[in-house]
């Protein structure tokens, strides 16, 4: 682990990166330590000025700390006496430097990356229990919930993004790599594109599972066409491509797929009677068999010859509920069977998969059925109110709901349309409000929603909305706990304050009524 100045001279000169170096003598001087942040910074570290809070000052603190060369886009006087390396495009040169810097983890690595508005997170939990079952355990993880760093509980790791920062990703994947890890399956969000956080980096396969309007607003996308483009790239950076054929948008996605690889090394999904789209052939679907609640059974049928030889086809069954989630195990049973496994590993090690804060539930005694579940925008609420609609035979819905600050700001309207279309009963209550007033995001919310239809109550106290469900609730009703999963922090003006999680309230709650 480590890098010399000439070496990375060379790597942003290959890749046209490099404006201009101020270098003294010794550039065959390794670096020992490389950060972002000037509060990690220890002696002989390559410091990277990026971002949009930073400031000069953090350059001058990792000077004081030990930091002996600065990358940035312009030089700083701060940086006075340090060796200077001035590029085109910041995050591009850190990515590439990262990868680097710890000798290029991703080749030892089987790398299967997802992409897609939803479903990316129990996709990678789904590829997780079924490759663990063929390499003992030794399955990488990068998610929302956690990073997966080795086979012990303590290299478990919750996670702040859903795809870290370049640096701390190939750092990640170095230290799986020393722990014996073999194979890693990761989400790539949009942003990790926008932000340069993969540039540079190879998937063995890439998957792109669906598409529809999110992570619109001033801190993320500023438009959907901007969404679209930068999930895109996940297929272009990769060796095999599989799509979800009925996503939105198929022909874009298949341009982008087919850009770098060819047709034959792309594969098609999609559930048994949708239509295939012209000129292309599905090569695997999926038939539900029984999609109740208790279980999901499906069978997994070949259409090519390719997909055949894979050995993955056969009857699946999972312990998560939910018909969306039989499209992404279809993806991760293919992710699987590409990495090496056959059929009927495959089955054995998905059917057992649990995903922390998606479809959890706990009943109570003289109240309704409470699921707890990440559904955060339009249509993964659409999707869960949905399948509960049809499962329970049309019960009443009541949802707790609310929408982060500072981001995905249509949600809020998507919300309320869910809402007319499904529930009965809307409690709004915080969500991650971030620097926003908690009660203008409400207040968006409730503006949307239909009083003829769904009778509303806003409570910002996340726990008394929780409470105030729950107690409301009649035998037969569902209680929809939705937005934060697992999640067991509220971010508020910057302070991450804890949260006991969405399920833990609930089972307080219950508690108390049982007296
Ligand atoms: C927009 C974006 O990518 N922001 C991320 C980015 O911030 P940034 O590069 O602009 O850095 P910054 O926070 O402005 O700070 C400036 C720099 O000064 C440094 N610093 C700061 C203080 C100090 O004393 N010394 C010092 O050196 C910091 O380490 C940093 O390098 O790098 C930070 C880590 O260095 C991230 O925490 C931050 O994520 C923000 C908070 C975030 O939540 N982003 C969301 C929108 C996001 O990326 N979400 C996606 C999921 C959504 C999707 O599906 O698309 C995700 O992948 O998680
Ligand atoms: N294929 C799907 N189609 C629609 N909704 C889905 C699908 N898969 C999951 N969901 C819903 O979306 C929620 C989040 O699922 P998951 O965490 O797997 O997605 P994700 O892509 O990782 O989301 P995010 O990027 O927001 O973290 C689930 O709790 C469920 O309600």
Redesign the pocket.
Known sequence: MGLTLDACILILKEHHLLKSSAVQDKVSQKFTSAS????QVTANTLFFC?????RPI?LE?AKNNGATVYVAEQPYAEGKGMHALIVRNIRKAMALLAAAFYDFPQDDLFVIAYTGTKGKTTSAYFTKGMLDRVNDGHTAMSSTVERVLGPKPEQHIAS????P?SLDLFRDMRTAVDNGMTHLAMEV????YK?NRVFGLTYDVGFFLNISPD?IGP??HPTFADYLHCKLQLLVNSRKCVINAETDYFNEVYAAATITTEPDSVYLFASADFPAPEGVKIDFRYQSEEADLSKSRFKLTAGTLKAEQLRITGEYELDLIGDYNESNACAAIIGAGLAGATYPDTAKGIANVQIPGRMEKLDIPGHGRVYVDYAHNYASMVALLSFLKKEYQQPRILVVVGSPGD?GVSRREGFAKALNQLAQRAFITNDDPGFEEPIDIANQIVAGIDPQKVKVTIELDRAEAIELAITESQPGDIVVLAGKGSDDEQKVRGVNTPWPTDMAVAKAVAARLRG
């Open positions: 972002y942040d000037s509060r990026k971002g949009e809070n930073f953090y603190m702040e993004l859903t795809t920062e969000s949009s942003q990790a932000k992570h801190n993320e981001k």
